[in-house]
């Protein structure tokens, strides 16, 4: 079974930092791309980063340009998403989720699993 648990969300000023993780399991890890997206109070989930056995890939837009980093720690089958310089409009629940594919995709209808999520609120 595939299973997705993402944490590290939580309350933080504004120009403050975060990491997230995201723990993977049921699924061979080196294999399939896994991607962060986020999803703000009556918005549409937006896609931030994917990494897979070909590196990382960005779709984040201008507003997260340099202050997102995904990585990923193939012995502990987890993925990190590095946020610095968080502003509030970075206030979102942030979701880790894989295609079971090797590939990254930008759209979120083409991702199967998702973890939970996270709540990561900036305060002003």
């Known amino acids: 079974e595939v299973q997705l648990q993402a944490s590290g969300g939580g309350l933080v000023q504004a120009g403050g930092s975060l990491t997230l993780s995201c723990a993977a399991s049921?699924?061979?890890?080196?294999?399939?791309?896994v991607a962060w997206f986020r999803q703000a109070p009556g918005k549409g989930r937006e896609s931030i980063s994917c990494?897979?056995?070909?590196?990382?890939?960005?779709y984040h837009t201008d507003s997260m340009k340099g202050r997102f980093t995904i990585s990923s720690d193939n012995a502990k089958n987890t993925v990190y998403l590095q946020m610095n310089s968080l502003k509030s409009e970075d206030t979102a629940v942030y979701y880790c989720?894989?295609?079971?594919?090797?590939?990254?995709?930008?759209?979120?209808?083409?991702?199967?699993?998702w973890g939970q999520g996270t709540q990561v609120t900036v305060s002003s």
């Open positions: 989720t894989t295609g079971a594919s090797f590939r990254c995709y930008n759209d979120y209808v083409l991702y199967a699993y």
């Open positions: 049921g699924f061979p890890f080196d294999d399939y791309a």
């Open positions: 990494i897979s056995n070909e590196g990382p890939t960005s």
